[in-house]
Structure formats: structure tokens, C-alpha cells
């Protein structure tokens, strides 16, 4: 039975989720990262939200671990390159918290242009401070997001109804995507220039970290609020306590920071400045939300292998899953196979499909092969990371779906391409789903690819078989199959045997001694 754990505060209905598909889990929140390093190793899965951090470090040690899952919506907290590398499928859930933070965002800009926190603090103090306290409307004025996806797009519809004018800076938004959400597009300096009030709807990366920099706070309309719900690092926090004490900036909420837990900053007691403790995402009904997400996603994966909102793998519905496991257990044989025989650095692999295996989803039978071909390369191949090891390799992959009627009624190829040329394995399934090869470097041979075999290239000629029939019986190796095929009578014959037990290199030399032997070659699957 797979086994998770989670490791930050989530609401109960992931365990319950958990336990009635199957999966076994432990609550173990608060852990040091050493603690946590102490027991990762046990474990199938991890899920978290924001606390955990998910390190290289944490990862070597979680020797175990298939599926990272996060409750939420950003992934900063988790090692993505090195999930990956190590075949870690990271998984989160987008939309279960989406409107709630766009809720929060908007109760910020309330809280903003009417100082709410800072007018309740006054009149609990028994002040009355009725003429401090003078907000601004929100009818008419003018929001600029920086970000329109998710959660920008739900801000946006909220601001509208509120009557504002929304203006968005976004490189990934379309003109038609901004027409639908009734938004006007615009590039950043007009942004800064012409909002009122700015809100953050970005993720944190390299372009988008200190987006509202010191340059561009300068730029801003005098008298503008801002609002982060999205990442801390997205604004210069020196730079936005500077422009509240000089006035030029009228007010600021944030729910998050550079460093969190934000226990000190710089910014807390600076006017018109307004916090809370990276709230976004935390209503109920968000965090059932995410949590039944998460929950049905990880055990999807460790139960049936469907992959849905994975970041570093394509998606397979679970429905999906049982279809093409057949399909991925043929198409990693294959590439097994072709990744075991070709000679010299591999340049290109091309998955040409067929009949049945064409209609499918192909990514999957891709990564399978792909699995399939780099295990020569490195044990801790799998599925998820076979497509970063191919591109680090510099691998050129392509994908051939067919449309013809072949003599199968389904069919995978695969071609790789390496210093000595193109080489082509192919195989079907059987109608009991079971893979079997059917051509191998041109020549028709049908077998089963399955534990230690030998593969033999020879001359075809009499008296063969029984010569190696005779060889590996003195040697005391059982033959479970035996698979011939030949490219003509006479011409180049290749012979595939399953045997119980590894060929060493005593038995190939001897193998490779009887007249006629081209190649001689141990396989496993
Ligand atoms: N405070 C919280 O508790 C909380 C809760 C949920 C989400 N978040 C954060 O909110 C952010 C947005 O979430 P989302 O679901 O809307 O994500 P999303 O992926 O749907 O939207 C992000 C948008 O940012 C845009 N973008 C990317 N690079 C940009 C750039 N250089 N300049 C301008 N725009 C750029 C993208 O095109 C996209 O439209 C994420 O960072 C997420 O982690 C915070
Ligand atoms: O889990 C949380 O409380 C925060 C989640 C939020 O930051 C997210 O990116 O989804």
C-alpha cells in the first residue's frame, strides 16, 4: 500500500481521501528539515502547502518518493529541477483557492482606501478619530494587474463590478483573452503611470522578481495603493517603505514577503502600511478545496497512474491510465531494446504509432520510451524525468502519429538515429495486452521481451541453432524461448532467447566464437 505524508497543516479531508482510496498516510506537521529528512525515506508521497520546503537535500533523502503534491497554487517551496531529475512527479492544485485570494486581494484594496485595520485599532482605543480617517472611493478609479491569469482574471471581474476601470499588464495575455475578461491591455510603464491602485497577480520568477523595483515605484502615479497577494520578492520592500513615508505612495497591504514567516520586516509601523500573515489562500471552503484536490490527484498517481496538474509530466486521466498501461509497458520495452543494441551516442529517436496506439494520448508512450531507451544511461530513469535527460542529452525527439492500416491492429516503432544510422524496433500488443516485438532492425522476429535474453546476429546456415542449442546446454543455461528470424535465406539471421539466468562474458565470447556469429549480446528487461 503507497504511503504519504503530509507535512503542513491541511484541512482533514485529504486524510480521509487518502485512506479511502488506499493510501496509507501520517499527519506529521512542523518537522525541522532535518527531522523531515529523518523519516521522507519511508514515504510515497508528500503533501504540503506553503511551509514545507522541498530541498535537493530533502529529496536525496526521500528515497522513496513518486509524487510531491501541493496543496495550493505556488510551487516556490519545491526543488522543481531536482524533483524532476530525481523522476519526482510535482503536482499542485490551480483553482481551488483562486477565488478566495482574489477575495482577499479585493478586501485589501477596501481595507486600503478606507484604512479599515488602522481606523478599528483607533476607535477600540477609545479615540474617535472620525476626521482621520478619510478614504477615497473606488468607483471610477483606475486597477492595474500585473498578472491576468487565474486569480488577476477573477480580481478583474470583481473590480468591474465594483465599477472600476481595469487595465493589465500580462506579456501572456491575448488581445482576446483581455476583450473576454474586459480588461485594456497595456505595457508596464503605462500601467505604473496610470493606476490608482496596483495589484500582483504574477508567480515569482527570473522576469518577474522585483517587478515594482525602486525604478518603477518612482513611476507610479502619486498618491497609488498597492496590493501583493502573490509572492513576496515581487516588490522591493526598502523601496516601498521609502515611497509610504515620503507620501507618494498613499498605502500599501501586503500578504506576503521576501522572507516568511515575516515575524520582523522593516515595513511593519510604517503609515498606511497593512499586513497579514500570507492569507490568501486561507477560507474553508479554499482549503477543503485544495485539500480534496490534492488528496484525489497524489492517490490517482500512486494508485491507477493518472497524472492531472503535474508540473514537470503531461497529463493522464485516470480513466486514461488503464488504457494505455499496456501501450507504455510495450513502448518502454521497445525503447529498452533499441537503447541496448545501438552502438554510439544516440542523436535522434522518432515514436511512430499505428492503428490503436495512434487514437491514444501520446506523451505518456513517449516517456515510456523514452524511460525505456535512457535506462542504459541511468538507473533512476523513469517517466517523468526520461524527457529532461533526453534534452540535457541533446536528443532530438519527434513524434509520428500514422493514420494508415498497418498488418497489426496496433503498432509502435521506434527509430533512433545514431553514427551508424537509422535503427528501427517495432512491436504490438497481443490480444491478451501482452507486448511482443515483431521486427527488430528490419528482420520480422516475434518474442516476448521479458527477463535475460540473449541476442544473436549470425549467418543463416545449417546447423546452427543446434551448434548454440549445444553450447548453452554444456554451459548448464535453461532456454524459456526461442525466437528466430531471418532478413533472407542465407542472409543475416537473428535469434532472441530468453534464458534463466544472465549472459556473462565468458558465455558471449563462446557464443561469438561459433562460425557464423555476427553479434553477440546480453538483454534484460
Ligand atoms: N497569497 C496567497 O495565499 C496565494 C494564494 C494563491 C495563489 N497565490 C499566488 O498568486 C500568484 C498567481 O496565481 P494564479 O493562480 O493567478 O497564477 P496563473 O498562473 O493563473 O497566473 C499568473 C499570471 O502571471 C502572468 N505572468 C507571468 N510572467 C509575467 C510577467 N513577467 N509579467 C506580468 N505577468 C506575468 C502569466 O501570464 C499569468 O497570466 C501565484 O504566485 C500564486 O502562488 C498566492
Ligand atoms: O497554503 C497556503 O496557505 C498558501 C497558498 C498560496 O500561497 C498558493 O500559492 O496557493
Known amino acids: 500500500m503507497p504511503k504519504v ?23 506529521i506537521t512542523g518537522k525541522t528539515p532535518e527531522e ?64 478566495t485570494t482574489a477575495e482577499h486581494a479585493i ?9 479599515l485595520p488602522q481606523a478599528d485599532a483607533s ?30 482574471g477573477i480580481v478583474a471581474e470583481r473590480a468591474l463590478g465594483l465599477r472600476m476601470k481595469v487595465i493589465a499588464y500580462d506579456p501572456f495575455l491575448t488581445e482576446e483573452r483581455a476583450i473576454e475578461l474586459g480588461v485594456e491591455k497595456v505595457n508596464l510603464e503605462t ?68 522572507t516568511e514567516p515575516a515575524k520582523e520586516n522593516a515595513l511593519f509601523g510604517t503609515p498606511n502600511f497593512i499586513s497579514t500573515p500570507h492569507l490568501g489562500a486561507s ?41 494505455l498501461k499496456p501501450y507504455m509497458a510495450l513502448a518502454e520495452k521497445l525503447g529498452s531494446l533499441v537503447g541496448q543494441l545501438a552502438h554510439g551516442p544516440l542523436k535522434s529517436v522518432a515514436i511512430e504509432t499505428e492503428g490503436a496506439a495512434a487514437e491514444l494520448n501520446q506523451k505518456p508512450i513517449t516517456g515510456a520510451v523514452l524511460a525505456g531507451l535512457m535506462r542504459s544511461y541511468s538507473d533512476t530513469v523513469n517517466m517523468v524525468n526520461a524527457p529532461f535527460l533526453a534534452k540535457e542529452r541533446g536528443l532530438d525527439v519527434r513524434e509520428v502519429r500514422h493514420d494508415r492500416e498497418g498488418d497489426y491492429h496496433t503498432m509502435i516503432r521506434v527509430t533512433v538515429n545514431t553514427d551508424e544510422g537509422d535503427r528501427s524496433v517495432a512491436g504490438t500488443l497481443f490480444s491478451d495486452a501482452a507486448p511482443r516485438l515483431i521486427e527488430l532492425f528490419g528482420i520480422k522476429v516475434e518474442a516476448d521481451l521479458v527477463g535475460h535474453m540473449l541476442y544473436v ?61 555476427k553479434t553477440a549480446m546480453a538483454l534484460a528487461f
Open 5 to 27: 505524508l503530509i507535512s503542513d497543516k491541511m484541512d482533514p479531508k485529504a486524510a480521509e481521501i487518502f485512506r479511502a482510496r488506499g493510501v496509507e498516510v501520517d499527519e
Open 36 to 99: 523531515l529528512k529523518a523519516i521522507i525515506g519511508e514515504y510515497d508521497g508528500l503533501a504540503i502547502r506553503s511551509s514545507t520546503r522541498v530541498t535537493q537535500e530533502i529529496l536525496d533523502a526521500a528515497t522513496n518518493m513518486k509524487v510531491i503534491g501541493r496543496a495550493g497554487i505556488g510551487v516556490d517551496n519545491i526543488d522543481i529541477p531536482a524533483a524532476s531529475a530525481k523522476g519526482v512527479v510535482v503536482m499542485n492544485t490551480p483553482f481551488g483557492n483562486s477565488i
Open 107 to 115: 478586501a485589501l484594496m477596501f481595507a486600503l482606501a478606507r484604512q
Open 123 to 152: 476607535t477600540q482605543a477609545g479615540k474617535w478619530e472620525k476626521s482621520k480617517f478619510m478614504g477615497v472611493e473606488l468607483t471610477a478609479k483606475t486597477l492595474g494587474l500585473i498578472g491576468a491569469g487565474n486569480i488577476g
Open 191 to 258: 500601467l505604473l503611470a496610470r493606476a490608482d491602485f496596483i495589484t500582483l497577480h504574477t508567480p515569482l520568477t527570473d522576469q518577474t522578481r522585483n517587478i515594482l523595483s525602486a525604478e518603477n515605484l518612482a513611476k507610479t502615479k502619486k498618491g497609488v495603493r498597492i496590493i501583493n497577494c502573490a509572492r513576496g520578492g515581487l516588490i522591493d520592500e526598502a523601496a516601498l517603505k521609502q515611497g509610504l513615508e515620503s507620501g507618494h505612495i498613499a498605502g500599501a497591504a501586503l500578504d506576503v514577503y521576501a
Open 283 to 323: 477560507t474553508t471552503e479554499a482549503q477543503v478545496n485544495v485539500a480534496i484536490q490534492v488528496a484525489e490527484q497524489m492517490s490517482d498517481y500512486l494508485v491507477s497512474g493518472g497524472v492531472t496538474n503535474a508540473l514537470n509530466m503531461p497529463s493522464l486521466s485516470a480513466e486514461e491510465a488503464p488504457r
Open 457 to 517: 546476429v549470425n549467418e543463416d546456415r545449417p546447423g546452427f541453432i543446434g551448434s548454440l542449442g549445444s553450447l548453452l546446454g554444456e554451459e548448464g543455461i535453461n532456454i524459456g524461448t526461442f525466437h528466430l528470424g531471418r532478413r533472407a535465406a542465407g542472409g543475416e539471421a537473428v535469434l532472441l532467447l530468453s534464458i534463466d539466468d544472465n549472459a556473462g562474458p565468458d558465455l558471449l565470447n563462446k557464443v561469438k566464437a561459433l562460425p557464423g556469429v
